[in-house]
């Protein structure tokens, strides 16, 4: 979301007559042991203080993009006496909307403190609405804070909002994704009961197997290189990330923080004459799960790459491949056998500007994965 430098209403705090600071103001470098310790008493329901880790990993995040400052940053709302009540986590990113570029704003996570927060919360929130930004955005939001996004002015995408699922070994990756909120569910006893069971299956049901379409194969390629790609592939849609070496080698560093997903990984996919039509970001989980971040290929290319993307996936060995649903990829992906659909969280964003607005709503857009926040520690490990 962005968010001009003169929009940022810290006007709106009220004074008080004891002299200590209250009201919105940007996040600074030193209420991360407060923050940290809101998030996990909102989302970890437990009223400690946060670890160093959870400490470091704010500060890299929150602080670090090529493109902070104080006015694109994280903003929170001080009480007074009792510190910040509430505030909203949000990372600068660089976008390009109909040839123009745009300063958007990824908001991470919204915290109120119950009650103690409401007036906060109400304060933040009003910052949010589609009058002031630029291009804000969430990709996981829950079913109340997408009711206060279309409140707001903004709109909900709603494929964007769905996840596919990918199964190469469905009983194993039934166990695997259960395992999100059951952690039993995918130890590594049961999984290994299963897996067997799935080597069996496959030689039944050879649809269990993906397949490649045409002569296109499936080349390991440095991370860099998907970039190279995603620069002219990406063109042809209206809004788009901008991605400068220097915010793309950021953004793949912090992902490459979140040892939780596995090991960020890139391959390319080339014809026979050895030209590239399209490549492929992702996690891959040994034995476990591949969650793709981000898949680009020339226009018309879409179901030659996705194949030779899940035939990949598939002969690395893992039971399930994931990733967020796109427009553009929905009839391509949706040729696989095994594959199913679920709501992940809405996919939510305000403008003030008619023509991103337009373009978002006719789906003229390429956003998700590192444009996004898939690759947040903070939805995984903390």
């Known amino acids: 979301m962005t968010m001009e430098a003169n929009e940022l209403r ?18 600074a470098p030193d209420d991360v042991a407060a923050v940290g310790r809101l998030f996990n008493r909102i989302f970890r329901r437990h009223d400690q203080a946060s670890d160093d880790d959870l400490g470091r990993y704010l500060q890299t995040v929150f602080f670090g993009s090529p493109h902070y400052s104080p006015e ?11 510190g910040i009540d509430s505030a ?32 906060g919360a109400a304060r933040l929130a009003r910052t949010m609405r589609a009058a002031r930004q630029d291009m804000c955005f969430s990709d996981n939001a829950s079913p109340v804070s997408a009711d206060h996004w279309v409140a707001g002015g903004g709109i909900v995408l709603p494929i964007q909002s769905l996840e596919w699922q990918r199964s190469f070994l469905p009983l194993t990756a039934a166990a695997i994704l259960a395992g ?21 299956l496959r030689r039944l049901r050879p649809s269990m197997r993906p397949k490649t379409e ?38 793949v560093r912090v992902a490459s923080m979140n040892r939780n997903l596995g090991t960020l990984q890139c391959r390319k996919v080339v014809l026979p004459d050895g030209r590239t039509i399209g490549a492929f970001l992702y996690f891959g989980k040994q034995d476990a ?5 981000n898949l680009v290929f020339e226009e018309g290319r879409e179901r ?49 500007h008619a023509d991103l607005k337009e373009a978002a709503e006719r789906n003229d857009i390429y956003i998700g994965g590192l444009a996004s926040e898939t690759w947040s520690r903070l939805l995984t490990d903390f």
């Open 10 to 27: 810290v006007s709106e705090s009220v004074p008080v007559d004891t002299g200590q600071r209250r009201g919105t103001r940007p996040m």
């Open 72 to 82: 694109l940053g994280s903003v929170v709302h001080e009480n007074g006496a009792n």
């Open 88 to 119: 909203i986590l949000s990372v600068p990113m660089a976008f390009m909307v109909n040839g123009r570029p745009t300063m958007a704003r990824l908001l991470c996570a919204f915290m109120a403190d119950g009650k103690a927060g409401a007036v």
């Open 180 to 200: 999100r909120h059951f952690p039993i569910a995918r130890s590594r006893v049961l999984v290994g009961v299963l897996r067997p069971i799935d080597r069996a």
């Open 214 to 251: 045409g002569e296109c194969r499936s080349e390991a390629a440095r991370v860099e290189e998907f970039l190279q790609c995603a620069s002219a592939m990406l063109e042809r849609f209206a809004i788009r990330p901008a991605w400068s070496p220097a915010e793309f080698d950021w953004l």
């Open 289 to 293: 799960a591949a969650t793709v971040l």
């Open 304 to 352: 030659d790459v996705a194949a030779a993307m899940f035939a990949q996936l598939d002969a690395e060995g893992y039971a399930v491949a994931v990733g967020m649903a796109q427009p553009f990829l929905m009839n391509a992906i949706s040729r696989q056998r095994w594959l199913s659909f679920r709501h992940r969280g809405y996919f939510c964003m305000v403008t003030r």
